[in-house]
């Protein structure tokens, strides 16, 4: 019996590929519409005055944010998870009917919430904590999906039959730990409705308005502590995550150096964390921490350029296979653009450099090279390289995916360049003084300024999303249309099926 | 010891909580007694100044402006003196902002008016031509969440003694005490006086009518927060 080769149950991850690519379209749909809005201000009313609430930019905002880093990323690790966990673990979720269904419920329990949030944020029910939207009743839902995660995850790896848990594994069981920490004390709140006024009475007011456990500079230190880490927990762990998993096993390359992913998995866990104080530098924080998070943040490089490295090295003597096949060059130039995001963050968190860059449009570039280079182009292939396995059909075409690779690319390099120009002029010119010390330019004059850049950076963000819904398109037809295959695509690759 | 942890995947676990939780016990613990000392003459804020935060806050104003001046004689000549920690003592959740698509507004109650601010909000570009923030018509009709205010009030009062009805020192040596009604009632009435004053030197007649009638429409409350961040 133990001879048979293992069959794998991707149930769920099926489930958490379809709110990847819904909630994808959705964040970045949203992201561009808000991109216009900056541009075109008339936008922010283009369905009314009367709905001008909902779909002006400010409360539009959050939702993007959210929607693609808890719905578009977080259902990418989920998909993921459910799919390589199972592989490097060498067992099948479907060995387990408790595993399997405390997958579903996790999956039902999420849909539920991500609905939740798109209509509190509608309504302007916020906390105003980047990335920490969510009034309390949400965030106890969102505990408990991250909890049915976790128990998922030690679950399937309690029953594992390959002893030693490979590089991937040890990302996820980071990134399980990482976001439960930060999301658990970045979100102590008081709900409002606990207390009691002096004639008696209770329950005063919304019954989901809460208050935050720490007030001021102390909110904001917890805050960056988390929202930072948010970006180390959930754009960086799980994205090295599929990486390497999916990089060797698409290439049938084997990863360069163990000790390089020891050193650069290790290193990244100690150092992260104290990165967040860059956020703060020249507020209210102490100096010490400030300094601190700007040292730390310099050391970062070691560690993201590690992984990142080790990736491209990965590929060592097969880099023909870059030109030849399209889902490589999402991996490839994920990497690289991991590289150059994390050249660019140490960069901008050397004091300096912050006075000028620090609420400016670079900061809003840097995320977007990060996010839309490395982590949306690793998800988008993680995807494609699961869709053969997992709907047993051939990919629908790859001559679509590679004009959506050079699509996307074109949008990036668009979005990232015209905001490192709009960054600087502005942090420019609000410093400018003229000859007798007065200031410069008003602040309106450091907006007016900014509009061609803001337009292209709207063409570069619709190119993304453009390429986007190419890559729906594809895996649709793939599930559809896709020519079936009798067994799984073969890979030389050295880690086995 | 690496291969061993790799087998072992509970001591793996823990190994990377304690790698990555350190960090933060080190670096946000020492700082928390120390931060939250309010400075003299900073108040907590009234009901309808709460009301009106939570406003910025529905909004999410905090989306495109600051509330955090640098230590920079550019920032200090545009916005004032730069900002201190104890300031933001009883700012639950705090607002500075990470991001300046419009300017910084931690002293605006320094330099604009409520006029200013009813012209502003209906119509930005009309005021500041080339502005590109939207008109929030909206909050001209919506009303604000007295009662909610009043909560938070409360809540701040019970479990983070926030000083309401009750003497904080001022910079010029005497005390003033800001009210919390006792009851939801009191605490409306209360918010109330503070709207009748605000729109005395305001002009648009739906806003006054709400008010003289007992009604405190959202922008009434947004600015009264406005015109207390000095």
């Given at each position: ?26 964040g ?5 519409i ?19 609430e ?11 944010t ?67 939207e ?75 308005h ?50 390089l ?8 866990m ?7 104080g ?10 010490w ?26 590929m ?15 991996m ?29 449009d ?29 709907f ?25 360049t ?18 007798f ?10 907006v007016?300024?900014?509009h ?17 819904l ?23 690759s050295?880690?086995g099926? | ?11 793996f ?10 960090a ?59 900002s ?6 009883f ?10 698509t ?18 502003h ?9 080339g502005?590109i ?34 003497p904080?020192?001022?910079k ?5 005490v800001v ?10 009435a209360?918010?109330?006086a ?24 959202e922008?009434?409350?947004l600015?009264?927060?406005?015109n207390?961040?000095?």
């Amino acid at each position: 019996m133990e001879n048979r080769p293992l069959g794998y149950d991707y149930t769920v991850a099926k489930m958490f590929m379809l709110t990847t690519i819904v909630l994808g379209i959705v964040g970045m749909l949203i992201g561009v519409i808000l991109a216009f809005e900056l541009a075109f201000p008339s936008i922010n009313t283009i369905l009314g005055s009367g709905l001008a609430e909902y779909t002006n930019f400010s409360r539009l905002r959050p939702l993007h944010t959210d929607a693609v880093i808890f719905g578009f990323t977080i259902s990418g690790v989920f998909a993921t998870w459910y799919y390589v966990g199972q592989r490097v673990l060498k067992v099948n979720m479907a060995e387990s009917p408790l595993l399997m269904f405390l997958g579903k419920l996790q999956f039902w329990l999420y849909v539920v919430t991500v609905a939740a949030v798109v209509v509190s944020l509608l309504a302007g029910v916020t906390t105003s904590k980047e990335y920490a939207e969510f009034e309390w009743p949400i965030d106890l839902a969102i505990v408990v999906v991250w909890v049915l995660f976790g128990v998922n995850m030690f679950g399937l790896i309690g029953m594992r039959r390959e002893k030693s848990l490979y590089i991937s594994v040890w990302y996820y069981i980071a990134t399980f730990l990482g976001i439960a920490m930060l999301y658990l004390f970045n979100n102590m709140e008081v709900p409002t409705m606990l207390a009691t006024s002096a004639a008696g009475e209770t329950g005063i007011g919304s019954w989901y308005h809460s208050v935050s456990m720490y007030a001021g500079t102390n909110d904001a230190l917890v805050q960056w502590w988390y929202g930072h880490n948010a970006v180390a927990f959930g754009f960086t762990v799980p994205i090295v995550a599929m990486i390497y998993y999916f990089l060797p096993k698409e290439s049938g390359q084997a990863i360069y150096s163990y000790k390089l992913s020891l050193l650069s998995f290790w290193g990244l866990m100690f150092v992260y964390l104290w990165a967040g104080g860059h956020h703060l530098l020249f507020s209210t924080v102490p100096d010490w921490m400030q300094t601190m998070g700007s040292i730390f943040s310099i050391v970062l490089i070691l560690p993201s350029w590690g992984s990142a490295i080790n990736m491209l090295l990965t590929m060592k003597g097969e880099w023909q296979q870059v030109a030849a096949s399209p889902l490589i060059k999402f991996m490839v130039l994920g990497s690289t653009f991991y590289m150059f995001s994390t050249l660019e963050g140490p960069i901008q968190a050397i004091k300096s450099v912050n006075a000028i860059a620090h609420f400016t449009d670079w900061i809003v570039g840097h995320v977007h090279d990060g996010v839309l280079g490395w982590v949306g182009f690793m998800i988008m292939a993680a995807l494609y390289h699961m869709a053969p396995r997992v709907f047993k059909r051939e990919i629908y075409s790859k001559s679509l995916m590679a004009s959506q690779f050079w699509i996307q690319t074109l949008g990036v390099v668009l979005y990232f360049t015209s905001m490192w120009i709009a960054g600087i002029t502005q942090g420019m010119m609000w410093r400018a003084h003229d000859e007798f010390g007065n200031l410069a330019y008003s602040f309106i004059d450091t907006v007016t300024v900014l509009h061609p850049y803001y337009a292209i950076r709207g063409v570069g963000g619709l190119l993304y999303l453009i390429g986007f819904l190419m890559f729906a398109y594809n895996i649709y037809k793939t599930m559809t249309a896709g020519k079936p295959l009798e067994k799984e695509p073969a890979n030389a690759s050295p880690m086995g099926a | 010891m690496f291969h061993w942890l790799e087998k072992n995947p509970f001591f793996f676990a823990v190994g990377v909580f304690v790698t990555i939780a350190f960090a933060g016990l080190i670096e946000i613990v020492p700082n928390f007694a120390e931060a939250s000392r309010p400075v003299i003459g900073t108040t907590p804020y009234s009901t309808l100044e709460l009301a009106g935060r939570n406003v910025y806050i529905k909004n999410s104003c905090n989306a495109c402006h600051s509330q955090l001046i640098r230590p920079f004689k550019s920032e200090t000549d545009r916005y004032g003196h730069y900002s201190l920690s104890g300031e933001y003592a009883f700012d639950r959740p705090f607002l500075w902002g990470s991001k300046r698509t419009g300017p910084d507004l931690h002293r605006v109650g320094n330099y604009r008016t409520t006029d200013w601010h009813e012209n502003h909000m209906k119509d930005p570009a009309a005021v500041v031509p080339g502005s590109i923030m939207p008109k929030y018509t909206w909050m001209y009709t919506n009303l604000a969440d007295i009662d909610t205010a009043f909560a938070e009030q409360l809540t701040v009062n019970q479990f983070f003694a926030v000083p309401y009805n009750k003497p904080v020192p001022m910079k010029d040596g005497s005390t003033t005490v800001v009210k919390m009604g006792g009851s939801v009632a009191e605490a409306n009435a209360l918010a109330l006086a503070e709207a009748k004053e605000i729109v005395k030197d305001m002009k648009d007649q739906d806003v006054k009518d709400a008010v003289a009638s007992g009604k405190i429409p959202e922008i009434v409350a947004l600015i009264a927060y406005m015109n207390s961040l000095k």
